[in-house]
């Protein structure tokens, strides 16, 4: 029986629930816990496979991008499943895979927010009228479904130090000059306790490759500055092939301060961003089978390095 649901939008306890109940019925998958948001909710990883080359897949960093979510808890199911059963996975012999790898992912990296946008956050709470507030400074921007920060109002996927001011200074002249719903950098790089323990453990994994998962635009985006990691554009043309999606240039606007800008610029080593879906976040979950269809080879072959 499934465990994950892919009929309804996720929230942070569904995702711990789906979390719990994976590594109950595959004693192989891990879990662990990185941190606890300012609203105590969890940020926990899922790490499958033992392999020698490592990868981190991250989603959500994004509030109102929580269809990703879903899209690496599936992964980590039917990867675990064909594991246990010695099936395959998008033609792959499961585990052999997971001799080869060893996957940590961060399904949601943004809790907080995502509960805000899925509606576990209840209009009349404290938390739910903190967000309100924060959102009123930026009348134009839907409430709650323009809502991209966390619950401080800080966009984490503009919190890594590799070309943070620049990001600072394209933000702030498009207006974004205090905490909100969304592109509001922070006072600093890496002061909010998400971003934090997701550099943290990139850290500590030292991975071979990571993939940030966002919404939408079919795009995959593989770039930092003028960097040239090697290896980096034919794996991203390959993902591009597999999935239908588009190996892009970053716009400039988005270019700095991002999750696979840092991992680029400090590891020297292929990251990318993955734009799910095609339409206006959050896309409705009636998109994730497609989603998932497309986003499978990708998963798959970065895992395995080709
Ligand atoms: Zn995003």
């Known amino acids: 029986m499934a465990i994950v ?4 939008p996720v929230s942070s306890a569904e995702t711990q629930r789906v979390i719990g109940e994976i590594v109950a019925k595959y004693p192989f998958v891990r879990t662990e816990l990185l941190t606890r948001t300012v609203f105590q909710r969890p940020v926990s990883t899922l790490v499958i496979g033992n392999g020698p080359r490592k990868v981190i897949f991250s989603a959500s960093h994004h509030a109102n991008e929580w269809i ?11 990867f675990a ?3 246990a059963s010695g099936g395959q996975i998008y033609g792959r012999n499961a585990g052999e895979l997971a001799r080869e790898v060893t996957i940590y992912m961060v399904p949601l990296v943004d809790p907080d927010g995502v509960d805000l946008v899925t509606g576990a956050i209840l209009p009349g709470s404290i938390q739910y009228a903190l967000a309100e507030d924060l959102a009123q400074n930026y009348p134009a921007i839907p409430f709650p479904d323009g809502w991209k920060a966390n619950l401080l109002g800080v966009d ?3 919190q890594y130090p590799a070309g943070w001011e620049q990001a600072r ?3 702030f002249a498009q207006g974004f000059v205090q905490p909100g719903p969304r592109d509001f950098v922070g006072r600093a ?3 909010q306790a998400e971003s934090r ?3 943290g453990y990139t850290r500590f994994i ?10 939408q635009g079919k795009e995959i985006y593989w770039q930092f500055g003028g960097l040239f990691v090697p290896g980096a554009e034919e794996l991203g043309q390959k993902m591009a092939d597999a999935s239908g999606y588009t190996l892009a240039n970053t716009p400039y606007e988005s270019g700095f301060a991002g999750y696979k800008d840092w991992f680029i610029q400090d590891f020297g080593k292929p990251g990318y961003t993955i734009e799910v879906g095609q339409g206006v976040n959050p896309l409705p979950i009636s998109q994730f089978d497609e989603i998932y269809r497309d986003n499978l080879p990708i998963l798959v072959i970065a895992a395995a390095g080709g």
């Open 68 to 78: 990703t979510t879903l899209i690496l808890l599936q992964f980590a199911e039917e």
């Open 197 to 199: 323990a997701l550099a």
């Open 206 to 215: 030292d991975p071979a490759l990571v993939l940030a998962f966002h919404s």
């Open 156 to 158: 984490l996927n503009l």
């Open 81 to 83: 499943e064909a594991i």
């Open 169 to 171: 200074e394209i933000k």
């Open 189 to 191: 790089p890496l002061n």
């Open 5 to 8: 649901r892919t009929d309804m």
